[in-house]
């Protein structure tokens, strides 16, 4: 067995990517360091000459200030970013029950409760500003959860599940009437439940907002005499980014 810990992360060549990042972040700095020293002879040099070159000069030296503190943040945050990369986040529905969903004259009658987890695997912790959910069928939306869901802090390596349910009647067109009654004949129904989200990861002291959506897929046997119908994906289903 490995003495190594199964929590190390690793970059390319087996190197942990923390070595990676601290060399690259070095490299960054002492790049803008050379060249600042280059800028601040020539500014030595303007400065001599007129009142003009010493006011441009002036302004030089304190942009150049500025990007000498800007630029390591900025790689750092970059690097942090390439390592947690907050668009491989996906959430997912680990069950679902369809207790009911009728068609009668166009209009559906639907039921639905879902299991909805979110799993932090990152070593960062996720603030979810905002957080929503609806279920559609065949590009036409039911509805919103019953209850709306709560924004929350999400610590690193844990899982948050929430339990969100959906239920109403609404009138589709023919078509999408039409549709559904097919697939209740052919024995299975399809719906999709879209989740949006409104991320904040901070790094060091740098704070960015990220917005996804997502849509899981759901299908189901047509719910008869008043049996609830089971989600049948074994381990649940993963919502995909759109």
């Not at 800007?70 to 369809?98: G, K, N, Q």
């Not at 409760?113 to 065949?138: C, E, P």
């Not at 209740?184 to 990861?201: D, K, N, P, Q």
């Amino acid at each position: 067995m490995s003495g190594r810990s199964n929590n190390a992360v690793e970059g390319s060549g087996g190197r942990p990517l923390g070595s990676v990042c601290g060399g690259l972040f070095q490299r960054a700095h002492e790049f803008v360091k050379d060249l600042w020293a280059v800028v601040r002879d020539l500014i030595q040099v303007l400065k001599e000459y007129s009142p003009v070159f010493k006011c441009l000069a002036s302004c030089c030296q304190c942009a150049w200030g500025c990007l000498e503190l800007w630029t390591p943040l900025s790689v750092t945050f970059i690097m942090y970013w390439l390592i947690y990369r907050p668009d491989h986040f996906h959430p997912r529905i680990d069950s679902a029950v369809l207790a009911t969903l009728d068609l009668t004259n166009a209009t559906i009658r639907y039921d639905l409760a879902v299991d909805l987890s979110f799993r932090n695997t990152r070593r960062v912790a996720i603030r979810y500003l905002d957080v929503a959910a609806s279920v559609f069928y065949n590009d036409n939306m039911l509805g919103p959860t019953d209850d709306p869901l709560p924004s929350f802090f999400h610590g690193p390596k844990n899982t948050t599940i929430f339990h969100p349910t959906f239920h109403g009647v609404v009138p589709v067109d023919p078509a999408v009437a039409a549709e559904l009654q097919r697939e209740i004949e052919a024995g299975t129904v399809h719906i999709r439940v879209t989740v949006s989200l409104t991320l904040m990861y901070k790094v060091l002291f740098v704070r960015d907002v990220f917005f996804y959506k997502y849509d899981c897929w759901l299908w189901f046997p047509p719910p008869r005499n008043h049996t609830p119908a089971l989600f049948p994906g074994n381990g649940g289903t993963k919502c995909w980014r759109v």
